[in-house]
């Protein structure tokens, strides 16, 4: 039968060109149809998707789309298909080939602009926050970034070390360093480094795991509060950890080793006045003042692009080192950054894992995690207002994937910080000129360059000018905080507002770590306890009527017949919001819509009659099924009639496995509200 069905195939094309053209379009018309054949274009899903829907469509008016039947069984589909599938999972499949020569000059003009702003600050990063190399920020604003240029969806994304997750890793090894009984070494610093490439391999490994079984929707469980909260209180401890070197307290900060946030505090406040470098202190203030005044004037030519574009803080960065250089300020008291080797291990490549340093996998565990989640939250933001702003689509489930290959990739190299988006960057990313993930290989490329060739000549850069760098990240860090503190106070937003001050507090009184996890925690139970609550609402007739309205929603509405409740279950069922059915339900019988408290007297008599509107119940789950069976028993058993009306087919074959339709009978089965009280008033009771 198979042999055959070529020959109808044709002999049926045959007969619809001879009915349906003259017979000397007939041989255009075939030679169109086996041209058609033979190219296959290229096809996004979305088109296989539409294709697919048009063929059913055309099947059931009638229409036999004859093309596509042949082609289905044609292998070159399946290579077309399998080549779809390559360039959705590695998106650099589709846009290199079709890279086009008019986006270079917006592509390396953003790539130099960023890499301009991203090499003063990794190397602020990796030497004043994770307590690093500079050469490990570097080799972290490069490598990660290459990687995910490669898997990525965001054309305009910047992958790169980032304050807050710097900081997370730095105390992570300083925490280590001190239950080792070891000091901040001067120079090289193997237990730094392996620890830090721990925690960016199990970031990675995470992150990668997260996308590789569609865990993406993480981004919508936790709460925009609990981002603030956390990200001011990252703001508020990177703030007075950069306050010792802008006073020159790093060397007795050192000595005294406070270990909280507020024993820090308390150094600064108490020695910055008799013991700070008088120098270093004026150089900060400089350099901090220069910044503000750039980027200010800035500002006022954003229409002027040169001006607009001005790296300001590779122009501070460059003019400080040239005179701490000029003038000897190291001389004076003032920490430079002195010769920082280009390489970070014994070689440039290593195992993350090798040289015994399985050990510091189970303490670093948590902070890898932590890194994960609050480095994809960022990025994940910063490229959908990207996509949105430029109008391509974001796959969080790919985007993970690919944050967390280029972590993987960055783990061999010795010390590379964890590498995720950042919304600042990616910004001036997209303003620049960059149009596709070119940009982020472009800027990769020159911070390589930098590595290999610029380190020389920072030899006198001020490590207090490093930290006004960051004193100036975190400005934009805690920007948008006193708007969003504002506006839930306006809205009445307790819960936000309590769960973003709890996790402030916790941050800075306990650790970041417990600070996030707790409100992380908190934040899960909220989302739980909400799901928990089956969405129903009692429906009443409206009069002259046979219309069933919420009471709620309707004033007019009533409940015509005395002893009977009519619930609608406005959600599909499961074991999350099933659990709490029984006890709601009660609620509802006893107090109708009001809220009242449960010491109060019921206002209402318990149902002789209770009717289910079931048109939103799409599903229900086994054991949303059996809790289900439980609550109908217990009020069959208490002499309630039971009507479920609205029951959608597949609820029904649900209800049938479990036993409900034989425990209330299939005659309790109604089509309609209106059915189900026209047998209520028709039975005597």
């Given at each position: 039968?198979?042999?055959?069905?070529?020959?109808?195939?044709h002999?049926?094309?045959?007969?619809?060109?001879?009915?349906?053209?003259?017979?000397?379009?007939?041989?255009?018309?075939?030679?169109?149809?086996?041209?058609?054949?033979a190219?296959?274009?290229?096809?996004?899903?979305?088109?296989?998707?539409?294709?697919?829907?048009?063929?059913?469509?055309?099947?059931?008016?009638?229409?036999?789309?004859?093309?596509?039947?042949?082609?289905?069984?044609?292998?070159?589909?399946?290579?077309?298909?399998?080549?779809?599938?390559?360039?959705?999972?590695?998106?650099?499949?589709?846009?290199?080939?079709?890279?086009?020569?008019?986006?270079?000059?917006?592509?390396?003009?953003?790539?130099?602009?960023?890499?301009?702003?991203?090499?003063?600050?990794?190397?602020?990063?990796?030497?004043?926050?994770?307590?690093?190399?500079?050469?490990?920020?570097?080799?972290?604003?490069a490598?990660?970034?290459?990687?995910?240029?490669?898997?990525?969806?965001?054309?305009?994304?910047?992958?790169?070390?980032?304050?807050?997750?710097?900081?997370?890793?730095?105390?992570?090894?300083?925490?280590?360093?001190?239950?080792?009984?070891?000091?901040?070494?001067?120079?090289?610093?193997?237990?730094?480094?392996?620890?830090?490439?721990?925690?960016?391999?199990?970031?990675?490994?995470?992150?990668?795991?997260?996308?590789?079984?569609?865990?993406?929707?993480?981004?919508?469980?936790?709460?925009?509060?609990?981002?603030?909260?956390f990200?001011?209180?990252?703001?508020?401890?990177?703030?007075?950890?950069?306050?010792?070197?802008?006073?020159?307290?790093?060397?007795?900060?050192?000595?005294?080793?406070?270990?909280?946030?507020?024993?820090?505090?308390?150094?600064?406040?108490?020695?910055?006045?008799?013991?700070?470098?008088?120098?270093t202190?004026?150089?900060?203030?400089?350099?901090?003042?220069?910044?503000?005044?750039l980027?200010?004037?800035?500002?006022?030519?954003?229409?002027?692009?040169?001006?607009?574009?001005?790296?300001?803080?590779?122009?501070v960065?460059?003019?400080s080192?040239?005179?701490?250089?000029?003038?000897?300020?190291?001389?004076?008291?003032?920490?430079?950054?002195?010769?920082?080797?280009?390489t970070?291990?014994?070689?440039?490549?290593?195992?993350?894992?090798?040289?015994?340093?399985?050990?510091?996998?189970?303490?670093?565990?948590?902070?890898?995690?932590?890194?994960?989640?609050?480095?994809?939250?960022?990025?994940?933001?910063?490229?959908?207002?990207?996509?949105?702003?430029?109008?391509?689509?974001?796959?969080?489930?790919?985007?993970?994937?690919?944050?967390?290959?280029?972590?993987?990739?960055?783990?061999?190299?010795?010390?590379?910080?964890?590498?995720?988006?950042?919304?600042?960057?990616?910004?001036?990313?997209?303003?620049?000129?960059?149009?596709?993930?070119?940009?982020?290989?472009?800027?990769?490329v020159?911070?390589?360059?930098?590595?290999?060739?610029?380190?020389?000549?920072?030899?006198?850069?001020?490590?207090?000018?490093?930290?006004t760098?960051?004193l100036?990240?975190?400005?934009?860090?805690?920007?948008?905080?006193?708007?969003?503190?504002?506006?839930?106070?306006?809205?009445?937003?307790?819960?936000?507002?309590?769960?973003?001050?709890?996790?402030?507090?916790?941050?800075?009184?306990?650790?970041?770590?417990?600070?996030?996890?707790?409100?992380?925690?908190?934040?899960?139970?909220?989302?739980?306890?909400?799901?928990?609550?089956?969405?129903?609402?009692?429906?009443?007739?409206?009069?002259?009527?046979?219309?069933?309205?919420?009471?709620?929603?309707?004033?007019?509405?009533?409940e015509?017949?005395?002893?009977?409740?009519?619930?609608?279950?406005?959600?599909?069922?499961?074991?999350?919001?099933?659990?709490?059915?029984?006890?709601r339900?009660?609620?509802?019988?006893?107090?109708?819509?009001?809220?009242?408290?449960?010491?109060?007297?019921?206002?209402?008599?318990?149902?002789?009659?209770?009717?289910?509107?079931?048109?939103?119940?799409?599903s229900?789950?086994?054991?949303?099924?059996?809790?289900?069976?439980?609550?109908?028993?217990?009020?069959?058993?208490?002499?309630?009639?039971?009507?479920?009306?609205?029951?959608?087919?597949?609820?029904?074959?649900?209800?049938?496995?479990?036993?409900?339709?034989?425990?209330?009978?299939?005659?309790?089965?109604?089509?309609?509200?209106?059915?189900?009280?026209?047998?209520?008033?028709?039975?005597?009771?």
């Amino acid at each position: 039968m198979s042999s055959s069905r070529p020959a109808l195939l044709h002999a049926d094309i045959d007969r619809l060109l001879a009915s349906s053209v003259p017979a000397s379009s007939a041989a255009s018309a075939t030679e169109s149809i086996m041209a058609i054949d033979a190219v296959s274009p290229r096809k996004t899903i979305e088109d296989e998707e539409a294709e697919q829907q048009t063929g059913l469509l055309d099947q059931e008016s009638g229409v036999v789309d004859y093309r596509s039947i042949a082609s289905s069984r044609d292998p070159r589909r399946k290579r077309n298909v399998l080549a779809t599938r390559a360039k959705y999972y590695i998106p650099s499949l589709a846009w290199i080939p079709q890279y086009s020569w008019s986006l270079l000059g917006g592509d390396v003009l953003a790539g130099l602009t960023v890499a301009c702003i991203l090499i003063p600050q990794s190397i602020s990063y990796a030497s004043s926050l994770a307590k690093l190399s500079p050469v490990t920020g570097l080799i972290s604003a490069a490598i990660p970034g290459i990687v995910y240029a490669f898997l990525g969806t965001s054309r305009q994304l910047n992958v790169a070390p980032e304050a807050a997750l710097s900081l997370l890793l730095g105390q992570a090894v300083q925490q280590i360093r001190h239950d080792m009984g070891r000091e901040i070494p001067e120079g090289f610093d193997a237990l730094g480094l392996a620890v830090s490439s721990v925690i960016t391999l199990q970031a990675g490994l995470f992150s990668f795991m997260l996308g590789f079984f569609r865990l993406g929707f993480i981004d919508v469980v936790l709460s925009r509060a609990l981002l603030r909260g956390f990200i001011t209180a990252v703001a508020v401890v990177i703030l007075i950890e950069q306050l010792a070197p802008v006073f020159g307290l790093t060397k007795l900060m050192r000595t005294a080793d406070p270990e909280g946030t507020l024993q820090k505090l308390h150094f600064i406040v108490t020695h910055a006045w008799e013991h700070a470098n008088p120098l270093t202190t004026t150089i900060s203030l400089l350099s901090l003042s220069t910044l503000v005044c750039l980027r200010w004037f800035k500002s006022q030519f954003q229409k002027t692009w040169w001006i607009y574009r001005l790296p300001e803080v590779l122009i501070v960065v460059g003019l400080s080192t040239f005179l701490s250089g000029e003038f000897r300020w190291d001389k004076g008291g003032v920490d430079i950054l002195g010769a920082v080797s280009v390489t970070t291990g014994e070689r440039f490549i290593e195992n993350p894992l090798g040289n015994n340093r399985w050990k510091f996998l189970h303490p670093t565990t948590s902070t890898a995690i932590l890194i994960a989640v609050a480095g994809f939250l960022d990025s994940i933001v910063a490229a959908k207002q990207n996509g949105a702003r430029y109008g391509h689509p974001i796959s969080p489930n790919r985007e993970l994937v690919a944050l967390g290959a280029a972590n993987l990739v960055g783990s061999f190299f010795p010390g590379t910080l964890p590498a995720y988006g950042s919304i600042t960057r990616s910004r001036i990313n997209g303003d620049v000129g960059a149009r596709t993930q070119m940009a982020s290989i472009i800027c990769s490329v020159v911070v390589l360059i930098a590595t290999f060739f610029l380190l020389p000549w920072l030899y006198f850069l001020p490590r207090c000018v490093l930290a006004t760098v960051i004193l100036l990240v975190v400005y934009s860090l805690i920007a948008e905080t006193p708007h969003d503190v504002l506006y839930y106070w306006r809205m009445s937003a307790w819960v936000d507002l309590g769960v973003m001050t709890l996790t402030f507090v916790l941050s800075i009184v306990w650790n970041l770590e417990a600070g996030i996890v707790i409100s992380m925690v908190l934040s899960l139970l909220l989302v739980v306890h909400r799901s928990s609550k089956t969405r129903m609402t009692i429906l009443g007739r409206i009069p002259g009527t046979d219309r069933w309205k919420p009471l709620k929603e309707n004033p007019e509405a009533e409940e015509a017949v005395s002893g009977v409740l009519i619930v609608r279950i406005r959600e599909n069922l499961d074991f999350a919001n099933t659990a709490q059915l029984k006890e709601r339900l009660r609620r509802i019988e006893l107090y109708g819509i009001h809220k009242l408290h449960p010491s109060e007297e019921p206002t209402r008599q318990q149902a002789s009659v209770l009717v289910f509107h079931l048109a939103d119940v799409d599903s229900v789950d086994a054991s949303a099924a059996q809790i289900f069976h439980e609550l109908l028993e217990e009020y069959r058993n208490r002499g309630v009639d039971l009507y479920l009306t609205h029951v959608h087919h597949r609820a029904y074959k649900t209800f049938a496995k479990a036993g409900i339709v034989e425990l209330i009978g299939a005659d309790a089965f109604r089509e309609t509200v209106a059915d189900a009280i026209t047998i209520v008033e028709s039975t005597p009771r």
